[in-house]
């Protein structure tokens, strides 16, 4: 199974689902979209395959994107995409591709439905909360 990550090390959530990803089993392809940056269409399909738009996509928090002005609503998906390219922190992570489809994985468990099989547990997410007990059952 082929996985690929968008992943900012930085982000407690993103490490949380590359070890889920690796605790299933599974190397995944690791792009840390922050060094590499977007191209338009890949951002373009990514978010297709997601089901999101720019807007769904777009990191309000500890991001550029209040001083940028790009939380008012009347400002267009073109727009915010244009910001997202030259801004990669703009876009929400981590974004999961796998055969299964492409999701945002937040929360983290949300990469458990895109895996083959769940990783061994106990599994906890990165607040501590457990998601997955000694016996590898999932704990909704």
């Known amino acids: 199974m082929t996985v690929t990550i968008y992943h900012n090390p930085d982000c407690g959530t993103s490490r949380n689902v590359l ?16 060094k590499t940056g977007w191209k338009r269409r890949q951002l373009l399909l990514l978010l297709s395959a997601a089901g999101m738009t720019p807007r769904d996509a777009l990191r309000t928090t500890r991001s ?19 910001a997202m390219l030259t801004h990669p922190i703009l876009v929400n992570r981590p974004i999961v591709n796998t055969p299964k489809g492409t999701r945002m994985c937040r ?25 997955i007990d000694t016996k590898g059952n999932y704990i909704a």
């Open 19 to 34: 070890a889920i990803i690796r605790a299933a089993g599974i190397e995944p392809v690791v792009i840390e979209y922050l």
């Open 64 to 82: 550029p994107a209040q001083e940028l002005g790009l939380l008012d609503p009347t400002v267009s998906d073109a727009e915010l995409l244009e």
């Open 107 to 131: 929360p983290s468990e949300t990469v458990l439905g895109l895996l083959d099989q769940l990783p061994p547990g106990p599994f906890s997410k990165e607040d501590g909360t457990l998601l």
